[in-house]
């Protein structure tokens, strides 16, 4: 498991982020052997997360079985989609 923040917390940020990955699915892990991705900004719950204090840009993988070279290209080409 791999848990980081993007810079720009934003929901939109997160969003764009998530949905340029190729090879991670949107998921919780129950012990799969797929990748996975999932944040708990849904947009509309940052009071929620203030008062967790849960960093607004804060993303979840669960590494899967494939390849590390084929994943980290895949994180790297979706947060390179950021900057563009």
Do not use: T
């Not at 993007?6 to 012990?31: H, M, P, Q, T, Y």
């Not at 990748?35 to 997360?49: A, D, E, F, H, K």
């Not at 967790?52 to 079985?65: D, M």
């Amino acid at each position: 498991m791999a848990i980081f923040e993007l810079a720009d917390g934003e929901f939109d940020e997160v969003r764009r982020f998530i949905d340029g990955l190729k090879r991670f699915r949107i998921g919780v892990s129950w012990g799969g052997v797929e990748s996975l991705v999932i944040s708990l900004n849904r947009g509309n719950n940052l009071p929620y997360l203030d008062a967790q204090r849960i960093p607004h840009g804060l993303v979840r993988l669960s590494i899967g079985l494939e390849g590390a070279d084929v994943l980290i290209e895949d994180i790297a080409a979706s947060l390179d989609s950021l900057v563009s």
